[in-house]
């Protein structure tokens, strides 16, 4: 099994990929699943080869950066994976969405109008920016829309730790409380999956623990650290 934080040489995929994924996912806590960012063609790899051995692994949860790559995904892997579209619903995304079943993880009130309007009861996520000054709905923006998005039954409650190999340091615990307390909303309507974790976070040990955490930090041939 490949070593966390491994730099693998590409032809070595069969093994350092599925080892990684699994030595993460052997950290996370009970009942956390570790979904794999396949984004930028599997970070130059071919997101094929990527999918194909992280499927084989054991991944049933993946995410990439944007509708294209997840119909990508979709003809590579077959219809019984989870595929989330980190940048949300875009602009001429519908038919790419609907057609391979893909869940965008809504990151304003612009795509969240686009979207309940153009693929009303369609799954859909939400990304929150709680201080990384990434993707996501500001604090206010999410208040203003917090009803109407959690009565369409949102799949899923995400952010993004800045700083998650730091957890005591003072954004890490500011980043958790924003979408902790948001995921307690999300827990009343009846949806409680959330995650708040980079692949350094789902490796730690405390509150900013997700029930699903994106690994993409341990891709190999040097892709770039960090998270999604």
């Known amino acids: 099994m490949g070593q966390v934080g491994r730099r693998a040489d590409p032809g070595d995929l069969g093994a350092a990929q599925p080892g990684n994924w699994r030595a993460l996912n052997a950290m996370t806590a009970e009942g956390t699943t570790t979904a794999a960012t396949v984004k930028a063609n599997g970070y130059g790899l071919g997101i094929d080869r990527i999918a194909g051995a992280l499927a084989k692994a054991g991944a049933r949860k993946f995410f990439v950066a944007a509708a294209e790559e997840g119909a990508a995904l979709r003809a590579a892997l077959g219809p019984d994976f989870w595929i989330g579209v980190f940048s949300g619903h875009?602009?001429?995304?519908?038919?790419?969405?609907?057609?391979?079943?893909?869940?965008?993880?809504?990151?304003?009130?612009?795509?969240?109008?686009?979207?309940?309007?153009?693929?009303?009861?369609?799954?859909?996520?939400?990304?929150?920016?709680?201080?990384?000054?990434?993707?996501?709905?500001?604090p206010a923006e999410w208040q203003g829309l917090r009803d109407s998005l959690l009565a369409a039954k949102p799949e899923l409650l995400m952010s993004h730790l800045a700083c998650a190999d730091e957890p005591r340091a003072t954004a890490s615990r500011s980043i958790v409380r924003c979408p902790v307390a948001m995921a307690g909303q999300l827990r009343r309507s009846g949806r409680g999956v959330k995650t708040v974790s980079n692949s350094t976070a789902g490796a730690a040990r405390g509150s900013h623990r997700g029930r699903v955490f994106p690994m993409s930090r341990n891709m190999p041939s040097g892709a770039a650290p960090g998270g999604a």
Do not use: W
Request: negative net charge; hydrophobic residues 40%.
């Open 90 to 138: 875009m602009a001429g995304d519908a038919e790419l969405i609907r057609g391979n079943n893909l869940v965008p993880m809504l990151n304003s009130a612009e795509q969240a109008k686009r979207h309940m309007e153009a693929l009303p009861g369609h799954r859909f996520g939400v990304q929150l920016d709680s201080g990384m000054n990434r993707l996501g709905m500001e």
